[in-house]
């Protein structure tokens, strides 16, 4: 029988170990004040007011063209109808143009394509400015050739715009974060997908570290491998909720004053583009200025998962580690626990986009998937509380079953030395164990 005493005093030695550790306090430290650079960095480069500017030379052979080109863009577009095509290609080769295009007649009445010749730059993004330049002013030509009405042509004009809100089983409705939703979901899936390997990894060295050092011969003396394997668990769990907990409320901090900073850092030096900016910022994005507000139970299930999945994967990391004699001898072991975590990380990425597909269900309710799929689906849309449920009786019920396979090949691995497991030498160990 278990003694939760000795579990305690090992749960207790590898917790305050760790957390006394300067790899510890370096990465607890370092990682918010990292995420506040890159987080500036990303505002930054969000607003930053280029200076760089691209012209297009226009030779209109319609004469209505140009007019309209310039009034979308009068720094880009130049009216250059009197020049020839040679000129306009001599102008390009020397970098006084970055491009030009001819407009003709049969451009407009027979919807022949327009030839951009340019010298490559500006790329992607001016591509994409010309076409949507090009076709708004040949619509608007082409409306008023047709002599169509003024209600015609604001007709052709409008864009409807669609605002989502969510409506709840209560019957009350809710704004729409699904944007955010999907990114918190996403998130949440990766969070846990890097600490299974990170703090699984603590774990696998530290098992390694002390069997190499021969001190696992002295603990084992006075404690049994079961408490030993239960106390590393527990510790190491302990440390990432710490580690993690930290992580989170930096993160909440820096979303709260994101806001302010930016527009500190933006009065009286602001430029209206910048202005314009910040305000289309935070019409299509608001959540990188603020952080909506999250259901409890989406935070109660991320630390349900987080722990199930921890539980589950680490106790194969410590058998691992109680196989190997170093780092290198766990290659070939830890093969079998990457290639599920990895399926799982690509199952998150289908259910970014369809969080109800067959694929995402299934995938949630697989006890070696459901940490990673089944927290990002609960943060993007809604999940029926039976298929919650299943999920966390199936990573139970299979934690039971590594448990008790792990706790069998630590028992004898722990205290054998001089070569490598393979897998026979672990299934020799479980029936041994």
Do not use: C
Not at 18 to 42: C, D, E, Q
Not at 251 to 280: C, D, K, N
């Amino acid at each position: 029988m278990m003694s939760w005493r000795q579990i305690y005093l090992v749960l207790k030695r590898e917790y305050i170990t760790r957390v006394k550790s300067k790899g510890f306090l370096a990465a607890t430290f370092l990682v918010p004040l990292g995420i506040i650079l890159l987080y500036g960095v990303f505002i930054a480069i969000f607003l930053w007011d280029s200076e760089v500017t691209y012209e297009i030379g226009v030779k209109d052979e319609t004469s209505q063209i140009v007019a309209s080109l310039q009034e979308t863009s009068p720094q880009r577009y130049l009216d250059m109808t009197e020049l020839e095509v040679d000129s306009l290609r001599t102008l390009v080769q020397t970098g006084e143009l970055t491009g030009y295009v001819v407009i003709t007649e049969e451009n407009l009445t027979e919807n022949r394509p327009l030839e951009l010749i340019y010298s490559g730059g500006g790329g992607l993004a001016l591509l994409s400015s010309i076409r949507t330049d090009m076709r708004e002013v040949f619509r608007q030509e082409q409306l008023k050739r047709a002599e169509v009405t003024e209600e015609v042509q604001q007709i052709f004009e409008t864009r409807i715009g669609v605002e989502s809100r969510r409506l709840t089983e209560d019957g009350k409705e809710t704004e729409d974060d699904s944007a955010f939703l999907s990114i918190l979901g996403v998130a949440m899936g990766i969070i846990i997908f890097g600490a299974i390997f990170g703090y699984g990894g603590y774990i696998m060295r530290g098992v390694i570290e002390e069997k190499t050092n021969r001190i696992i011969e002295v603990i084992t003396s006075s404690v049994k491998p079961i408490e030993l394997l239960t106390g590393k668990m527990m510790g190491v769990g302990a440390l990432a909720i710490t580690q993690i907990g930290i992580w989170l409320l930096t993160l909440s901090l820096i979303a709260m004053a994101a806001a302010p900073i930016a527009t500190l850092f933006m009065s009286g030096e602001s430029t209206a583009e910048q202005m314009a900016a910040m305000e289309a910022a935070e019409e299509e994005l608001p959540f990188i200025f603020s952080i909506p507000s999250i259901e409890t139970s989406v935070i109660v299930y991320f630390v349900i998962f987080f722990i199930l999945g921890y539980l589950l994967y680490s106790s194969l990391f410590a058998a691992i580690g109680s196989a190997a004699d170093s780092e290198t001898d766990t290659q070939q072991l830890i093969l079998p626990v990457m290639v599920p975590i990895f399926i799982a990380y690509g199952i998150l990425l289908h259910a970014m986009n369809t969080p109800d597909s067959m694929l995402s269900v299934i995938g949630s309710l697989v006890p070696f998937f459901a940490p990673i799929v089944m927290i990002s689906r609960i943060a993007m849309t809604e999940v029926p509380f039976w298929e919650i449920g299943l999920s966390i009786f199936l990573m139970i019920i299979t934690f039971a079953g590594t448990m008790w396979l792990s706790a069998k090949i630590y028992k004898v691995g722990i205290l054998s030395y001089g070569s490598s497991a393979g897998y026979k030498d672990l299934f020799k160990w479980i029936k041994q164990g």
